[in-house]
């Protein structure tokens, strides 16, 4: 069983009186494991696409399977539950609270899903932040960190809770060459080490280089998928 | 619970906007208690003013007099005999007992003619129940037998009088025939009671009796007890009257004041209103403050709901953060009206009488009016700026929630 399936799914914004089409027809099935990206100019329907298979949004048309279940046409409280359990998110801007530390960022996803043990939940966030290179930096807020080490929390927080999936927008795009490298082959280690799902739409070729599987949209629809070693 | 702790670490944000809405909330309760605080002064002075200038605590008379006492009727008229006035005074808790009778006159200066509450007393017993004595500025009280007058000093102003000058007053007798008292000014009264001031001419009971040729008639026995006694004595009173067999009956202060009790009723009301609007202050700010909150977290509201957090979840947060404010601003109001309604209680309001400003004329106290406490008030305020803080934020914190997390995360 795939860990993703997209059967036709299409997605038509409206605009007033005008409909817009985002998806023409996605069929995409991700298997576990992969660390593919999603690329293709402005507009093409990348993060529409990411928000379909993160249940944030749901398809105007198709199906979509996670895990063997279909997940199109879940209610608002279905979808929060699945994305709660299954899903990480890493977004361009970060999107840390400000008001709590790194460790209390992360600590905050794994709270929603873990209510028992205070001393697991520490282990285990304190772990996260060391595999990805914030030991000794969790306890200072998001003001007081740079882009890159923000971006290591947004990643932390999203694998803590050890999701299937986790996809990320464009992580690298407010980073500089350096942090952005620093940053995928974070994720690169947690996909090897954990067998993290990773799907991550980006402008950025150093970032496509990582990636095992590239599928280009154009147009709302996926005009190349190409699979490397 | 991790969403309790981000609510309250969310009060250190806009630290500004937050202290400007607890500053907001603090100072409209502090309005409320203040206002709650000079009306009851107010209310507790008036009250003071009836008992002790006016009707003393307990008042005994004929029931039909009563009916009627607005009137100021010569019939059903008390005799006196003097084993009653001993065993009422020997009663526990009666401090005194004066016997009055009061009368419709009109005051003639020889040249002008006003009309006047005339009022028979006998000094002695007057003293003992009501404080009046203490308020003469000029003169001195009159004794029985004298054909002597004390009046108010806005009544010496209106009628051009001062002491020793004497006056006639043109009464009608019990048999509705008219006569005269002619009396001299003993005394001038300046009491914290207008109507004292502004309308009462007292004279010796006898001279007054004589006058109105009712004998030893008295309209009524004005007694003075230990305050908050005056339910058990008058039903004391009843039951004694009963068992003698006397056509009497005994009312408290408060069955005489019925307009001031109706005041105070409307104080009430006015209080009420006054705490509509503190809540209405209060409900704009947190309401505002949620919404700002909400607007200026749009993104970190779509991140919540792409880690799964459900709605009431977030509204939770939000909720946790507004009550928060309402709670700061509850405990800031109740410690700025703790001390302002302690300076007002200690220090009173303001000085009228050292502004040369006669308030009697409004029916109020001569000099300051002081501030009462009404800890229950605090306490009131203190629940009701939470529940207040945790009502008005759930809608504005559900719209929040609520947001698509799509158009949330992207600031669409």
Redesign the interface.
């Known amino acids: 069983m795939s860990l993703l399936e997209l059967k036709g799914v299409k997605k038509i914004y409206q605009q007033g009186k005008i409909k817009v089409p985002a998806l023409r027809g996605v069929d995409l099935i991700v298997e576990q494991g992969e660390f593919s990206t999603i690329f293709g100019p402005s507009g093409s329907g990348k993060?529409t696409l990411l928000?379909m298979i993160?249940c944030?949004?749901t398809p105007t048309e198709g199906e979509i399977r996670l895990n063997g279940n279909k997940v199109s046409d879940l209610s608002?409280?279905a979808l929060?539950?699945?994305?709660?359990?299954n899903?990480g998110?890493v977004?361009q801007?970060y999107?840390l609270?400000?008001?709590?530390t790194a460790y209390?960022n992360v600590?905050?996803?794994i709270?929603?899903?873990d209510h028992t043990s205070e001393l697991k939940v520490k282990e285990r966030v304190l772990k996260i932040l060391e595999e990805v290179g914030l030991k000794g930096l969790e306890n200072r807020r998001p003001n007081e960190l740079s882009g890159g080490e923000s971006q290591r929390v947004a990643i932390a927080?999203a694998l803590v809770k050890e999701p299937k999936l986790v996809l990320a927008d464009e992580p690298t795009a407010n980073l500089d060459s350096k942090n952005a490298a620093d940053v995928v082959k974070i994720m690169v280690k947690m996909n090897k080490e954990l067998g993290t799902t990773f799907i991550f739409s980006t402008h950025d070729p150093m970032v496509m280089e990582y990636a095992h599987r590239y599928i280009n949209l154009k147009d709302g629809m996926i005009s190349a998928d190409e699979r490397r070693g | 619970m991790?969403s309790f702790?981000?609510g309250l670490?969310?009060l250190?944000?806009q630290k500004r906007r937050n202290v400007i809405t607890i500053l907001v909330i603090a100072f409209a309760f502090f309005g409320y208690l203040f206002m709650d605080s000079v009306m009851g002064g107010i209310e507790e002075m008036s009250f003071s003013n009836i008992k002790n200038y006016d009707t003393g605590n307990i008042q005994v008379v004929h029931p039909e007099y009563w009916k009627d006492r607005e009137k100021l009727p010569l019939e059903n008229l008390i005799y006196i005999n003097q084993d009653i006035v001993d065993s009422i005074k020997n009663l526990d808790g009666v401090l005194g007992v004066s016997p009055e009778l009061r009368f419709k006159a009109n005051l003639n200066n020889g040249i002008d003619e006003v009309s006047v509450l005339g009022l028979g007393i006998s000094s002695e017993q007057y003293n003992e129940v009501f404080a009046t004595q203490n308020y003469i500025i000029e003169g001195s009280m009159f004794s029985t037998g004298e054909s002597k007058a004390v009046i108010g000093v806005k009544l010496a102003e209106l009628m051009d009088l001062k002491v020793n000058d004497y006056i006639t007053l043109l009464v009608r007798t019990k048999e509705d025939t008219f006569n005269t008292i002619d009396v001299e000014i003993s005394g001038l009264l300046n009491a914290p009671n207008p109507m004292i001031n502004n309308g009462v001419v007292f004279v010796p009971l006898d001279i007054a009796q004589q006058g109105l040729n009712v004998g030893d008639g008295v309209s009524l026995l004005a007694l003075k007890t230990a305050s908050g006694d005056e339910d058990k004595i008058a039903k004391v009173l009843m039951d004694s009257f009963k068992n003698k067999d006397l056509d009497l009956k005994a009312y408290s202060w408060r069955e005489s004041a019925e307009s001031v009790i109706a005041f105070s009723t409307a104080k009430k009301g006015g209080a009420g209103t006054i705490l509509s609007v503190v809540l209405l202050i209060g409900m704009i700010g947190i309401v505002n403050n949620v919404i700002l909150s909400a607007l200026e977290r749009t993104?970190?509201i779509?991140?919540m709901?792409?880690?799964?957090?459900?709605?009431w979840e977030i509204v939770f947060v939000f909720m946790v953060e507004a009550t928060g404010i309402g709670i700061l601003g509850g405990l800031a109001g109740c410690l700025i009206g703790f001390t302002g309604v302690g300076l007002m209680a200690k220090y009173g309001f303001v000085d009228y009488s050292a502004m040369g400003v006669d308030i009697s004329e409004f029916g109020l106290p001569i000099d300051k009016i002081y501030g009462t406490w009404n800890y229950p008030a605090f306490s009131f305020l203190f629940i009701l700026s939470i529940m207040v803080a945790l009502l008005s934020s759930i809608l504005p914190a559900y719209w929040a929630a609520h947001k698509d997390?799509?158009k949330a995360?992207?600031h669409r």
């Open positions: 993060t928000n993160g944030l949004d608002r409280k929060a539950m699945t994305r709660r359990f899903i998110f977004f801007s999107n609270i400000p008001v709590l209390e600590e905050f996803a709270r929603l899903i927080r | 991790f702790k981000l670490k969310n250190t944000r993104a970190e779509g991140m709901k792409a880690l799964g957090m459900r709605e997390p799509v995360i992207y």
